[in-house]
Structures are given as C-alpha cells and as structure tokens.
C-alpha cells in the first residue's frame, strides 16, 4: 500500500549544529509555548523533550494542550562547518486525535446502549514515529462506515471497530 502524506499546517523551525535556533516561524514558537528562540531550543533539548531527536528523528510532544508531532530533518543549507544542523517540522495533530477520542467515546455509550461489542484498537508501526500517520487516508478508505481511524500519538493509530471483538479483529 502507498502511503499518500499526512498533510496539515506545518510549523518550521531550524536548528545548527552547536543547537541555536537560528530560524523559526511565529506557528512553531507559539506551539512550542516559547516567546523567543532560546527558549525555543529550550523546549527540544533532549532533557527536556524526553528523546534525543538525533537519534529519534520522529516524535510528538505535549504543549498548551496540543497534540504535535515533530520531526527532525538533516540540513546541510543551515549547517555550521561541521555541525549537524537540522530542520523541525511541526505538525498539530490535535483536533484529529479529538475527533478519534470523541468518536470511541461516542461509540462506547451507544454499544453499551444497545449492548453491542466494540473494539478499540492500537496499531503501531516499528518505523518511526509518523510513518504509520502517512497511512491514515489509505486505512480510512478500507474501513466500514461507523468505523474510525485516527492518530492516536505520533506513533500510533486508534481503531474505533463499533460491533467488533477481539476474535472478529484478530481473524
């Protein structure tokens, strides 16, 4: 299955190698809850964020009650001599991982209503954070109406199989 990009307003933000912002759009600032780029790089020290993105391009973070997955590009164009500069792309995945809660929580009280099963899966992908989110439009057009699939983080899918169980989705 080819995967079609998960598109939505992106903030950027550029980083050199000795870690100084040296460019960042007033989106990312705002989402990375920083009034400033110092503290923008503040905010992605791996202390601070909890995994060090050289290592782990791909992650998603909490701030100011959003969802945003981030990811962190090489470029050379931004590069000190030497240094590993990158470039963040970052992406609020927020008000799809609300409709996803809002649609299980929906479909709980209405199975439970009419005393029907319903399934409630996580699917995650041994790629990096965000490769599976790529899929979302190829995963929705295969499921039932009444069925929902959305990001649930950054690495992970959430199933909403209303009149499902275990051994109807396992087979």
Request: with cysteine; glycine share 10%.
């Amino acid at each position: 299955v080819r995967c079609a990009a998960f598109h939505k307003l992106s903030a950027l933000l550029a980083m050199d190698g000795e870690g100084k912002v040296v460019l960042a759009n007033d989106l990312a600032l705002r989402w990375l809850g920083a009034e400033t780029t110092d503290k923008a790089a503040a905010r992605l020290a791996p202390e601070v964020l909890g995994l060090d993105w050289r290592t782990e391009p791909k992650f998603h973070l909490r701030t100011g009650g959003k969802l945003i997955h981030g990811e962190a590009r090489a470029a050379s164009a931004v590069a000190a001599e030497g240094g590993q500069a990158r470039v963040f792309v970052l992406t609020d995945m927020t008000a799809e991982q609300v409709r996803l809660m809002d649609g299980l929580q929906r479909e709980l009280y209405r199975c439970r209503w009419l005393g029907q099963k319903l399934a409630f899966l996580l699917v995650e992908s041994q790629q990096s954070g965000g490769a599976l989110l790529q899929c979302l439009p190829e995963l929705r057009a295969l499921l039932k109406p009444g069925e929902l699939a959305g990001p649930y983080d950054a690495s992970r899918i959430g199933l909403v199989l209303p009149e499902s169980d275990r051994a109807q989705v396992l087979s």
